[in-house]
């Protein structure tokens, strides 16, 4: 078994919670309140914000002229084509440009993103992807499950949501990642394998916690 299928084994009691989670259950059933999408849709906004950025710090810290151009890249379609995406939510939902990027950011948006970027900026190329890489694989999970529910890519207001992360473009930027930890990993030893876990469980746990926030539209108060 590859090191980042043991990381999927050691972290699937997390990753089933976020799958059953009811954010994401009733995202896939239509029948999410839609202030809660709302709220969700700010806070991811900001948080997608600070993850673009961990792929800049990506590129720099790449080892070799490929990586650095996926890395890229990735920044490039994080900030263009996932982030347009909530653009045109926002429009739809009545939440203006600027509400959108000057949103107060929750604790746990504080706290995800912030994770991220010390660990990314701290740590090797490996913590880095270890850090990063429940976002994008787990998100591809839980669009492909939730779009095999007949009828749910078509929802009016979920529908676009679903589609958008079922799609391979972003399985593929999951399996990439994968195969980049994969080879890293391969000459770490026992210790330094276990950081990454504790990296890869930690951010894990943190994207239940986002789902619990925006379900719940927590805040300071
Ligand atoms: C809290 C939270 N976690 C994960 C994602 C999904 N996501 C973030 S970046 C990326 C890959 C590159 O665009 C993916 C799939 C999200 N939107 N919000």
Not at 108 to 128: C, F, P, R, V
Not at 162 to 176: G, H, P, V
Request: overall charge negative.
């Amino acid at each position: 078994m590859s090191f980042t299928q043991q990381l999927r084994q050691k972290a699937d009691s997390i990753w089933k919670a976020n799958h059953e989670h009811p954010f994401v259950q009733e995202i896939g059933a239509g029948t999410l309140d839609l202030e809660a999408f709302k709220y969700y849709m700010k806070q991811d906004y900001l948080y997608l914000i600070e993850y673009s950025r961990v792929f800049a710090l990506g590129a720099f810290k790449a080892p070799d002229l490929e990586t650095m151009a996926t890395f890229s890249t990735y920044l490039q379609s994080t900030l263009t084509e996932e982030m347009s995406l909530h653009r045109s939510y926002a429009k739809r939902l009545g939440i203006t440009e600027d509400e959108l990027e000057h949103a107060q950011p929750s604790p746990t948006t504080i706290a995800y993103s912030s994770y991220m970027i010390s660990e990314a900026q701290k740590g090797s190329l490996a913590q880095l992807i270890a850090v990063i890489l429940p976002c994008a694989w787990s998100y591809s999970e839980i669009g492909k499950k939730l779009a095999e529910i007949p009828g749910a890519s078509e929802h009016a207001h979920y529908g676009e949501w679903i589609q958008m992360y079922q799609d391979d473009e972003f399985a593929a930027i999951a399996e990439w990642l994968c195969t980049k930890l994969d080879q890293l990993a391969s000459s770490l030893n026992d210790r330094e394998q276990e950081q990454l876990e504790t990296i890869f469980i930690t951010s894990s746990r943190f994207e239940y916690l986002f789902w619990e926030m925006s379900y719940h539209q927590t805040n300071w108060e």
